[in-house]
């Protein structure tokens, strides 16, 4: 199928199933000279091949595969491309409990992923399964908020990464959830969970003041939105007591958003939050675009693979 073809038709699918692009209204509706797009995955749980026409109301969706074919057809339309998960790589499928994540780290880095976070359900196999796959992941582990100082992961995993793209700084860090009562102690062993709005205060004031990055996005597996319990931190509850943050691209609820939520942070501006269900079903794409004032404008959509 022709490029242009693929394209037309993925814009009209997204139109029939509902899904629409959003604008960030606080952001100067600028002149749009550059544009940098952030595809984004969560909870894929090692579902590699795509549902068959059996399969419920996932017939016929998802796949590593036809994922590739949607995320080609993106990096052609606009170079300025980068690609993150936020977590839950593994667990789900036969190919993790035979190969043990080998399979799907090898999958991610032939799709180029740039970065991913780690969620709880990479410790299934221990985190020395975790670390023993890394050799396989031709892509960096970003996660701000556990200490690995003391376990086999120690400078495996970085606080935050930055990413440039036709003169636009985009930095990236990532929080894990709390692993007690997720995960089993002798899973994550040494493993220090810290707080994760001080860490991201901290992330932000250095991706922004010291880095002076035009972007900042944060790769959370903490989960979008806790209706029965106020104290645990969510993406939405992030958002609002932050600030700095452009983007926060969740993971671990599982929860589809046919577009990104736009909340307010504790400065009054605009935080996209976003997150695509799960399984590898539906692809994020968010479009920033700046002006040669690098005044930003955004869109975002949710794409069914």
């Known amino acids: 199928m022709k490029r242009r073809d693929f394209i037309q038709q993925t814009a009209a699918s997204t139109t029939l199933i509902g899904l629409g692009g959003i604008g960030?209204?606080?952001?100067?509706?600028?002149?749009?000279?550059?544009?940098?797009?952030?595809?984004?995955?969560?909870?894929?749980?090692?579902?590699?091949?795509?549902?068959?026409?059996?399969?419920?109301?996932?017939?016929?969706?998802?796949?590593?595969?036809?994922?590739?074919?949607?995320?080609?057809?993106?990096?052609?339309?606009?170079?300025n491309t980068l690609l993150l998960d936020a977590g839950d790589i593994f667990q789900g499928t036969p190919y993790?409990?035979?190969?043990?994540?080998?399979?799907?780290?090898?999958?991610?880095?032939?799709?180029?992923?740039?970065?991913?976070?780690?969620?709880?359900?990479?410790?299934?196999?221990?985190?020395?399964?975790?670390?023993?796959?890394?050799?396989?992941?031709?892509?960096?582990?970003?996660?701000?908020?556990?200490?690995?100082?003391?376990?086999?992961?120690?400078?495996?995993a970085k606080p935050y990464k930055i990413f440039k793209k036709d003169g636009i700084k985009v930095g990236v860090f990532g929080l894990g959830i709390e692993l007690d009562g997720l995960v089993a102690p002798d899973m994550y062993k040494e493993t220090k969970y810290l707080e994760p709005i001080e860490i991201a205060q901290d992330m932000t004031r250095i991706l922004k003041e010291n880095e002076h990055c035009d972007l900042i996005v944060c790769l959370s597996h903490l989960g979008y939105h806790y209706k029965n319990n106020s104290k645990k931190i969510s993406d939405l509850k992030l958002a609002s007591v932050t600030k700095n943050i452009d983007l926060i691209i969740g993971g671990h609820t599982h929860t589809f958003l046919p577009k990104p939520t736009v909340t307010k942070n504790i400065e009054g501006q605009n935080v996209l939050v976003n997150q695509v269900g799960c399984y590898g079903l539906y692809l994020g794409k968010i479009d920033f675009y700046f002006d040669k004032n690098n005044n930003k404008s955004a869109n975002g959509t949710s794409i069914l693979v």
């Not at 600028?30 to 590699?48: G, M, R």
């Not at 091949?49 to 994922?67: M, Q, S, Y």
């Not at 299934?124 to 086999?152: M, R, W």
């Open 24 to 79: 960030l209204s606080s952001f100067t509706a600028a002149q749009k000279s550059t544009k940098i797009t952030i595809l984004h995955t969560n909870d894929v749980h090692s579902h590699i091949d795509a549902f068959g026409p059996e399969d419920g109301r996932n017939a016929n969706k998802g796949g590593v595969a036809r994922r590739a074919t949607l995320i080609d057809a993106y990096r052609k339309e606009n170079p």
């Open 96 to 156: 993790f409990n035979y190969y043990g994540g080998e399979l799907e780290f090898k999958l991610m880095s032939k799709l180029k992923y740039d970065a991913s976070t780690i969620g709880n359900h990479d410790f299934d196999n221990g985190i020395e399964g975790l670390y023993a796959q890394l050799p396989h992941a031709n892509f960096d582990f970003i996660c701000s908020n556990y200490d690995f100082k003391n376990t086999v992961m120690d400078t495996h």
